[in-house]
């Protein structure tokens, strides 16, 4: 079996990762955490462990820091967690304040007090994962490059990575950082499937509508970056979820994933991730709910991807573009 590109650097070897964007309630800073917030958080880590789920995804501004600190509770009163799991955090956003809107900022003096800040929320000594959030279109690789080693040295951060690059971004930033990225992170789903049409509409008119960066699949693979997928369940649209603006493609693939689900006696949740997990970039999903109950009807996906068939990954693909081959 092929092993994921975080497996062979000895990081993880967990095939799906926890999102943690949904806990610590609101994203209004007024709203305090509660018990039911932690007690939310607990058990969505307990259905994700009993899963095998072992790799936890976080960033800075999710509900403005408040979903690290109710994980951070999480680990407080389970003090032999830490060392049994893989953490990963984020960095270079900064949220509307004031009058100053929305931005990115990979500065050295945005990342290093943005890493201690996220230490302190979880009560941890280090990050497993740092990742760059958003490319900041100001970003300095060699001033990166000086936070990165500084984080480095300090045993603040053990590996890095960027979310939603390109390949010349990549390659960009890389020529300056003394360790290798490990690990991007892209929205990738059947909803989102415009990954794959970058590939398929080579030298197709189609292909002008594509907004997928050129050859970033091909190029991860042959860097052995880790593709970690976010938004991996669509929010649901294929696993049970209405929507009142649902397309004919979508009500379509809903139908055939829970086709090909009761087929296999599983859930609709582990055809969806399947489908992804059946490419041969031994894609990562970071499943976003927290909700237990959908965490454990994730289950299957790692066997599911196996016994997935050609024609049953081409069906659903088809089924999502809503327009056949070119």
Same mark, same amino acid.
């Given at each position: 079996?092929?092993?994921?590109?975080?497996?062979?650097?000895?990081?993880?070897?967990?095939?799906?990762?926890?999102?943690?964007?949904?806990?610590?309630?609101?994203?209004?800073?007024?709203?305090?955490?509660?018990?039911?917030?932690?007690?939310?958080?607990?058990?969505?880590?307990?259905?994700?462990?009993?899963?095998?789920?072992?790799?936890?995804?976080?960033?800075?501004?999710?509900?403005?820091?408040?979903?690290?600190?109710?994980?951070?509770?999480?680990?407080?009163?389970?003090?032999?967690?830490?060392?049994?799991?893989? !953490?990963?955090?984020?960095? $270079? %956003?900064?949220?509307? &304040?004031?009058? +100053?809107?929305? @931005?990115? =900022?990979?500065?050295? *003096?945005?990342?290093?007090?943005?890493?201690?800040? !996220?230490?302190?929320?979880? $009560? %941890?000594?280090?990050? &497993?994962?740092? +990742?760059?959030? @958003?490319? =900041?279109?100001?970003? *300095?690789?060699?001033?990166?490059?000086?936070?990165?080693?500084?984080?480095?040295?300090?045993?603040?951060?053990?590996?890095?990575?960027?979310?939603?690059?390109?390949?010349?971004?990549?390659?960009?930033?890389?020529?300056?950082?003394?360790?290798?990225?490990?690990?991007?992170?892209?929205?990738?789903?059947?909803?989102?499937?415009?990954?794959?049409?970058?590939?398929?509409?080579?030298?197709?008119?189609?292909?002008?509508?594509?907004?997928?960066?050129?050859?970033?699949?091909?190029?991860?693979?042959?860097?052995?970056?880790?593709?970690?997928?976010?938004?991996?369940?669509?929010?649901?649209?294929?696993?049970?979820?209405?929507?009142?603006?649902?397309?004919?493609?979508?009500?379509?693939?809903?139908?055939?994933?829970?086709?090909?689900?009761?087929?296999?006696?599983?859930?609709?949740?582990?055809?969806?991730?399947?489908?992804?997990?059946?490419?041969?970039?031994?894609?990562?999903?970071?499943?976003?709910?927290?909700?237990?109950?959908?965490?454990?009807?994730?289950?299957?996906?790692?066997?599911?991807?196996?016994?997935?068939?050609?024609?049953?990954?081409?069906?659903?693909?088809?089924?999502?573009?809503?327009?056949?081959?070119?």
């Amino acid at each position: 079996m092929k092993l994921m590109p975080l497996e062979r650097r000895g990081i993880s070897n967990s095939r799906l990762a926890l999102g943690c964007m949904g806990l610590g309630g609101s994203w209004d800073l007024a709203d305090a955490i509660t018990a039911d917030h932690i007690r939310q958080a607990e058990e969505a880590v307990e259905a994700a462990l009993s899963i095998g789920i072992t790799m936890y995804d976080h960033a800075d501004i999710y509900t403005r820091g408040k979903a690290e600190s109710v994980f951070g509770q999480v680990l407080k009163s389970q003090p032999k967690l830490r060392e049994q799991i893989v !953490i990963q955090s984020k960095v $270079g %956003i900064k949220l509307a &304040d004031g009058t +100053l809107p929305g @931005r990115f =900022d990979f500065s050295k *003096e945005h990342i290093l007090p943005s890493v201690d800040g !996220i230490l302190e929320r979880l $009560g %941890i000594e280090y990050l &497993d994962v740092l +990742l760059l959030h @958003r490319p =900041d279109p100001l970003m *300095e690789p060699d001033e990166i490059a000086e936070a990165f080693t500084k984080l480095k040295l300090s045993g603040k951060v053990r590996n890095f990575g960027v979310s939603n690059m390109s390949p010349g971004q990549i390659r960009f930033l890389q020529r300056s950082l003394p360790d290798p990225i490990v690990v991007n992170q892209l929205e990738m789903s059947l909803l989102r499937h415009d990954w794959v049409d970058k590939g398929i509409h080579v030298n197709q008119k189609a292909g002008l509508k594509d907004n997928f960066a050129e050859g970033l699949m091909e190029f991860m693979q042959m860097e052995d970056i880790q593709i970690q997928a976010w938004g991996p369940l669509a929010q649901g649209r294929f696993s049970g979820k209405v929507t009142e603006n649902a397309t004919e493609a979508e009500i379509k693939t809903a139908a055939l994933v829970k086709q090909i689900a009761d087929e296999n006696e599983t859930t609709p949740e582990a055809i969806v991730l399947a489908w992804l997990m059946k490419h041969p970039a031994r894609i990562q999903p970071v499943i976003g709910t927290v909700n237990p109950k959908r965490i454990l009807a994730c289950q299957d996906a790692v066997r599911q991807s196996e016994l997935m068939t050609r024609d049953q990954w081409y069906s659903l693909l088809i089924s999502a573009r809503g327009v056949n081959m070119p």
